[in-house]
């Protein structure tokens, strides 16, 4: 069964991926029931540019798919400069997905950074760390699963009652630093 994995980031007090894994089969119906969370003529949903009201109706019905959607949450304290700490998150987002059966994983179009998380996820692959996964960038009013994601990162980060309401979707949340032993790929 393919298992894809749809992820965003949230640069707020730290850096965190957060990540919403769909089954294959339910790809269409989980992407039809984001596509309403849309309000009025908007191209896409974007978290921090919606009203409440809006953020509070798609919450209940993200909730609604539990079962078809997991959330995984992969963070790193604001300890290191932030390319340091994504590369981190995505190593272990990587990591996470390959144990998970994830068959292609969709990262939000970031331009100055998809070249690290290329080489990143591909050095995995390469020395057998993780399995083969198809992997890409997409924009976000592209691909409405990110728009999952995206609210999934906003609320984690929000905490509070924000972070307790996502929680029933929540299947891992790391808290990753620098991975022992092995240098990140720093590029000068």
Do not use: N
């Not at 997991?70 to 790193?76: A, C, G, L, T």
């Not at 690290?116 to 691909?143: F, K, N, S, V, W």
């Not at 980060?157 to 620098?178: N, W």
């Amino acid at each position: 069964m393919d298992r894809h994995l749809y992820s965003d980031e949230s640069k707020v007090d730290g850096f965190r991926f957060a990540g919403a894994v769909v089954d294959g089969e339910d790809l269409h119906r989980v992407r039809r029931e984001v596509l309403d969370w849309r309000v009025g003529t908007a191209r896409r949903w974007h978290t921090s540019k919606e009203k409440p009201e809006a953020r509070d109706r798609a919450l209940r019905r993200l909730l609604r798919l539990a079962g078809s959607v997991d959330i995984v949450i992969v963070e790193h304290a604001k300890t290191h400069p932030e390319f340091v700490a994504r590369e981190a998150c995505v190593d272990a987002l990587a990591r996470w997905a390959s144990d998970h059966g994830v068959t292609h994983w969709t990262l939000e179009q970031d331009a100055p950074v998809e070249y690290r998380d290329r080489q990143t996820i591909a050095m995995l692959m390469r020395t057998g760390e993780i399995h083969r996964m198809r992997y890409r960038h997409e924009a976000g009013p592209a691909e409405p699963l990110l728009w999952i994601a995206d609210f999934a990162a906003w609320l984690w980060t929000k905490g509070g009652a924000f972070r307790e309401a996502l929680s029933p979707l929540v299947v891992h949340h790391e808290v990753v630093a620098e991975p022992e032993g092995r240098r990140l790929h720093h590029a000068a």
